[in-house]
Structures are given as C-alpha cells and as structure tokens.
C-alpha cells in the first residue's frame, strides 16, 4: 500500500529530523493543547501557535477540512529556521506534490528555486493559488489533559506559504489557515508522526467571542479535561467518518480524495417525526456530491434547497404546536420566531430538537436549542440553518454554531468521529478548559 510506505518513510525522515531535539528535550508528550477563540466579526474559529526562529505567535484561522498550515510568507516572515522543501524529495511527495517551482527574484520565505510546489487554499472566499512547501520549527503546549504543559517543538513542520492576498476575507490579525484535515501533512497527523501518539485530535469550539474564554482543541487522545473536573472524552458517543472519493474543493484538487471529514447522516428528525427528504441525497455519489461534511469555515449549517425545505417546514409545524410565533425574517436566516413562549432551558431555548439520525435508529446527533437558534434580538430567535441552493457539492454542510459547545474527536485510525452532544447537559462547556500552565 502507497500509503503504509510513504508514512514509514515520513516516520523514518521525521525521527531522523527530530532525534536531535527529543535527545535534548527527552520528553514525549501524550497530547497537545491549544487555544481556540471565535472572531465576532467574522465568525471564523481562530487558533494560536507559534513558529519560526525566534518564536512568535502567530494566529489562525481553523479549517477542519484543510490540506495542511498556510501562512503569509509575503510580510514578515523573519525566522533562521526556515528551509524550503527540495523538488522531488521525499517530504514533497508526503505532501502530494508533483509540481517544481523556481521564482525569479531575490530568494526569500515563498521564493526559492527547485522547490516543491503546493495549493494552498483559503476555503472561506474559495481562492486558491500555489505556494512553495517549506519546513519551520513550530511550538505548542503539551498536556496530561487538565492544564497546559512543559512546550514542546517540532523542528520542521512542513507547511506552505501564501501570498499575502490569499489572506483576505480572513479575520482580521491572522496570518494563514491551520488545516486539520485527514492528509499526511495536515497538523493531526504530523504531529501524531512527531510525538508518536495517536492520530486523534479533538476540537471543542466555545460560542464566546471573548479571547479570554476560548474553546479549546487537542491533539492526541483524552482525556480532555473540562472544568469542574468532566473528562468530556468518556462521553463520546462513535459514528464512522467517510471518505469522498473527489476533493470537494475542486478548485485546487488533482483527482485527490477529499481531506474533510464526511459522516452519514441517514434521515433527520424533528421532534421525533421523520422530515420527508429525498435520501440519495445524504450518500456521497461517484463524482464526490451529496453526503454530510463537518466544517469549520461555515458559521452556519448549509442545506441543500430541498432539504432546507423540509426541515423548516417540520420545524416551523413542530414550533406552532408549542405557540411559538413566526416573525419577518433577519439575514442570513429565513426562519424566525418570537421568543414569547420560548423558555430557556439548560440546553438553550425550548424549541423543538432537530436530530440527525446516523448508521442506525440509536445513533444520533441531537440539535438542541443552544446550537439551533441563534438569538437575533431580544425578542427574536432565527432558526441557524441557511439555504444552499439546489445544487450544492455537499447536501449537509453542519458549520460551526451547530458544533459549538460540543466535543468532537477525530479518529483517523479507526476513522470514526467521537461527538458528545451539547455539554451543557454535563455542566460544562468549550470554554471551561484551565488554560493555566502547570508547567
Ligand atoms: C532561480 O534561478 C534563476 C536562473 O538561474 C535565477 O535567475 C534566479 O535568481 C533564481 N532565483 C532564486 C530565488 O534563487
Ligand atoms: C425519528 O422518527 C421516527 C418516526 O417518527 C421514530 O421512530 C424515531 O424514534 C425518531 N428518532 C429520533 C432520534 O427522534
Ligand atoms: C397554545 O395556545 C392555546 C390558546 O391560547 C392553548 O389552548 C394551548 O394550550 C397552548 N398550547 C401550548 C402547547 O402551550
Ligand atoms: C487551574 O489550574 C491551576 C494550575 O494547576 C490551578 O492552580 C487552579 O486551581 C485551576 N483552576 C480551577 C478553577 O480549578
């Protein structure tokens, strides 16, 4: 298999790599931590780690789906560490990349001659433009699961540099965008190379737009510790990840398989009643459409026209058998209601709960209210769904408020996703990790 052999030659070329470094740090960590806050402007989730020589901090804008790291090479890039990547070498081919690239000015970080040439995306605006693959030290916090631990460092985390314009429509002080998805070089498998540990990260998004109480997102397996002391890893309940067979972001693909993260969702349900929708939809057919994706650049769950449809129509029904008042609607949401009638819950506004039913009857994800609504106003709650169009790649794209506050771990091994349902049922939430180091 391609795939066994190139990863015992990137575990060979790694250990190679970072013998030196785990001979001085002589410590192996069994997970990594890292912050993970929310732009109240953009809505993007944005993390933080640092690269280079020296260390400095840089931000970033989370893509579950992403290739791999992409970072502005084009302004101040200033660091002793940064090597680009060989034409033809083994790294270039860990990344997928079968393009030379020579750049006609001044070598600098993103213009050297006889590298390997890669795509780096922004899947917010859906550009796309080449970069040169490079490697850089890049540092993060280990963790037992509870607090931060002792830093730790990869010496040549491969990454690509971008052109300072891919960065627009990012929020504002990112440099790139970390990419999480299932590729040999995104950050869940070279980490999991560079530290020997599983290859299973596990995000936690917090709704808060306050930087003082992120979410949090980490490498490795559990437990994942939230305060009051809930181990949110031991209720995980499992559904098998699949694989599109055709990136579903064609614009910077060569007949790849898709690096997000699909799952199969078999029917949806509001309040316990069927919503009527056409279900070969919900499969992933021979030219990469349909099926349900996970992503973190869609602030909102996207459905497909028909799909939209009913479920809006079943819970607009399922809402008037509660009193609960339909209003004009507030952009980007068609469906809003009054909040008169609506009672808070633990679990959010009392709003009838959509659930999207996976490999069987007993498995399902639960959308209560918290990651249903959206609260436009005082007295107005929209329904966080928006329309696709009739057309769309993907049927389901579930986006970041239906994810927040719930626990998913990525399970690349077994490919299987770990979701925890809303964790303010357990009295926790994304936001209550204990960011203070006990190092
Ligand atoms: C790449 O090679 C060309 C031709 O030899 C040369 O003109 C150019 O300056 C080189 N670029 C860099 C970045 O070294
Ligand atoms: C979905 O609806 C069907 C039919 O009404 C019902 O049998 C099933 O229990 C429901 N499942 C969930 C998770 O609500
Ligand atoms: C809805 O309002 C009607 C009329 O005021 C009342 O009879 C009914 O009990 C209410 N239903 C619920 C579920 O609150
Ligand atoms: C957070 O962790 C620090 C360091 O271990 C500890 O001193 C502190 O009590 C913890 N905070 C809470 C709220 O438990």
Redesign the pocket.
């Known amino acids: 298999m391609a795939s066994s052999i190139q990863y015992i030659l990137f575990s060979t070329f790694l250990l190679f790599l970072i013998a030196p470094s785990l001979a001085k740090q002589s410590f192996r960590p069994k997970a990594l931590v890292v912050p993970v806050s929310k732009d109240a402007t953009t809505l993007q989730y944005i993390t933080r780690i640092n690269q280079r020589t020296p260390l400095v901090p840089i931000s970033l804008v989370v893509d579950l789906g992403g290739q791999f790291l992409w970072v502005n090479c084009e302004q101040n890039y200033v660091s002793s560490t940064y090597h680009p990547v060989r034409c033809h070498s083994a790294q270039c081919s860990l990344a997928g990349a079968s393009g030379c690239g020579d750049c006609f000015s001044a070598p600098k970080p993103g213009c050297n001659n006889n590298t390997c040439g890669v795509i780096p995306g922004n899947t917010v605006t859906h550009t796309a433009t080449s970069g040169e693959l490079a490697t850089d030290v890049v540092s993060v916090q280990s963790t037992s699961g509870s607090n931060p631990g002792q830093v730790v460092t990869v010496p040549r985390f491969l990454f690509s540099c971008a052109p300072t314009f891919l960065l627009k429509g990012l929020a504002r002080g990112v440099s790139g965008m970390a990419g999480l998805g299932r590729t040999r070089i995104a950050f869940p498998s070279q980490f999991a190379s560079a530290f020997s540990f599983h290859r299973k990260f596990a995000i936690c998004l917090s709704s808060t737009t306050s930087t003082a109480s992120p979410g949090v997102m980490f490498y490795g397996d559990g437990p994942y510790v939230l305060l009051p002391n809930i181990d949110a890893s031991q209720s995980l309940t499992y559904t098998p990840l699949f694989i599109n067979p055709v990136s579903t972001a064609s614009a910077y693909s060569q007949g790849e398989p898709s690096a997000e993260y699909f799952i199969g969702v078999k029917s949806i349900n509001v309040s316990e009643k069927v919503v009527p929708i056409n279900t070969k939809l919900l499969s992933i057919d021979s030219k990469g459409f349909g099926g349900t994706k996970i992503s973190t650049v869609n602030p909102y769950t996207v459905l497909e026209t028909s799909i939209y449809n009913a479920l809006t129509k079943a819970f607009i029904n399922e809402a008037a ?3 609960i008042t339909r209003v004009a609607s507030v952009a980007p949401f068609d469906v809003c209601f009054s909040s008169k ?1 609506v009672f808070s819950t633990i679990l959010g506004p009392s709003v009838p709960t959509i659930y999207l039913v996976l490999q069987n009857k007993n498995v399902y994800w639960s959308i209560f209210g918290d990651n249903s609504m959206v609260q436009v106003s005082d007295n107005v709650l929209c329904l966080g769904f928006v329309n696709g169009g009739k057309n769309p790649r993907t049927s389901i794209v579930i986006g970041g408020h239906q994810l927040e506050d719930n626990l998913l771990q990525f399970d690349l091994a077994k490919s299987r996703l770990g979701f925890s349902s809303l964790l303010f049922g357990r009295r926790t939430t994304c936001s209550n990790f204990n960011f203070t180091s006990n190092a």
Do not use: K, S, T, Y
């Open positions: 058998a509660r009193n009638n």
